[in-house]
């Protein structure tokens, strides 16, 4: 039975009756969990028919175009695929085009993403929606060179660490200066009640054994990113901005996130491939020029120390979120255990306990610059020998502060290296 769904859909999700509506020529379903994965459901739309130029004027009769769009009556033929984030169309037209659906719609972004990219991005040129729902976007079709992944599979099979690090350090500018450009559009405030309650209900359909809360820090301020970034997206220094992935249907985003979570979202695909590929390089040395890359050409603040800082959650606890949701996503498909998110996410409690531990040196730290006030305070005003103590204890504090900070694990270190 599995077989004969589309392969975009949750194939252990049981459909049952929709109880919203769906643009002309299209079905609703909607999908849900049950037994071991009650809570899980998503809401989806497909094509009812998608053989024929007169099916596409049909279903884009009933939708709203924005940007560049083929005009339908010019569409002589098409031909479609499928894939896992919805069907895929070629239209032969005045100019040839390819068309993606997308099943479970978009953070309504998409727009403003493909608007404001940086020159030279493979962005999609228009698009249909139906209220305020992406429903489809388009791009010319037009020959490609060999994505990124080619690349750098390839170099990872002969070993090649030089031309690995220039693969990856040239992703990550090109992601960095995706964000410079949002930057001049979005800069809110974190939103850690709501990333941290999205990462509550995720462990909650997994009945995950362990949980992770982040303070986050102003650094990684809300903007228009990406939400998902593979290595498949670019090819040189050419970004492609495309649909969203099938968690975003099972748990949909309530708010924007920082730019720090599309670097993580890149750095656990180079994991995937990592893990995929037989090579002998070590994964903390690639990991290393891909964020070397985007510290190069992001935002100062957003690359800075504090915004890397492990204790308060830094690029880790993204990386976290990413395992969850491939999880999640393999749950729904009952695909087997993803990896490497499962070997992963079994070091999140070791990772956990090595920062707890860390605290030992913050409440040392507290305690000294405590008792140096307290002592001030009480000998105020003090004689110079009385000024000994106090200022023994502030550099005993400052001490205990700077080591409790050299210890946060490095961004480059993946979990796997506690």
């Not at 990592?274 to 935002?299: C, D, F, Y």
């Not at 023994?392 to 409790?404: D, I, S």
Request: proline fraction near 7%; hydrophobic fraction near 35%; include cysteine.
């Amino acid at each position: 039975m599995s077989g004969e769904l589309p392969m975009w859909r949750p194939q252990a999700l049981r459909q049952v009756t929709p109880s919203f509506e769906a643009p002309p020529g299209f079905h609703p379903i909607k999908v849900v969990g049950m037994h071991g994965l009650t809570g899980i459901k998503a809401e989806l739309i497909e094509p009812i028919s998608m053989k024929s130029p007169e099916d596409w004027r049909e279903i884009v009769n009933g939708l709203q175009s924005w940007g560049e769009v083929p005009s339908p009556e010019s569409v002589t033929r098409l031909t479609t695929e499928n894939s896992e984030r919805g069907i895929v169309a070629v239209i032969e037209a005045e100019e040839d085009w390819i068309a993606e659906f997308l099943p479970w719609g978009s953070d309504g972004l998409l727009k403003v993403r493909s608007k404001n990219a940086p020159d030279g991005s493979d962005v999609p040129l228009g698009g249909y929606s139906w209220d305020d729902r992406d429903v489809i976007i388009l791009r010319r079709s037009i020959s490609k060179d060999e994505n990124s992944e080619d690349a750098l599979v390839k170099a990872l099979q002969e070993n090649d660490l030089e031309s690995c690090q220039g693969i990856l350090g040239d992703m990550g500018k090109c992601l960095g200066t995706f964000h410079s450009s949002m930057r001049k559009l979005r800069e809110l405030p974190p939103d850690q009640k709501r990333w941290n309650s999205r990462n509550e209900k995720i462990e909650g359909l997994l009945r995950a054994q362990f949980i992770w809360r982040a303070p986050y820090t102003k650094e990684q301020p809300c903007t228009v990113s990406l939400l998902d970034v593979r290595i498949s997206d670019f090819s040189g220094d050419t970004l492609r901005i495309g649909s969203p992935r099938l968690s975003d249907a099972l748990i949909p985003h309530e708010s924007e996130k920082p730019a720090m979570r599309d670097l993580a979202s890149l750095v656990h695909d180079l994991s995937r491939i990592h893990h995929r590929v037989s090579t002998n390089l070590q994964l903390k040395e690639l990991r290393m020029a891909l964020i070397g890359g985007w510290r190069e050409t992001a935002p100062d603040e957003w690359t800075s120390e504090n915004a890397f800082y492990s204790h308060r959650g830094g690029i880790a606890i993204w990386e976290y979120e990413q395992c969850l949701m491939d999880v999640l996503e393999a749950s729904s498909n009952q695909s087997g255990a993803p990896q490497p998110a499962i070997d992963t996410l079994q070091y999140v409690k070791m990772y956990q306990k090595k920062m707890f531990n860390n605290r030992t040196f913050a409440a040392l730290s507290f305690m000294a610059f405590f008792f140096g006030a307290s002592t001030l305070i009480n000998q105020f005003p003090p004689s110079l020998t009385e000024m000994i103590p106090p200022l023994a204890f502030f550099a005993a504090g400052y001490f205990c502060l700077k080591t409790y900070r050299a210890m946060s694990p490095s961004p480059e270190s993946p979990f796997t290296d506690v």
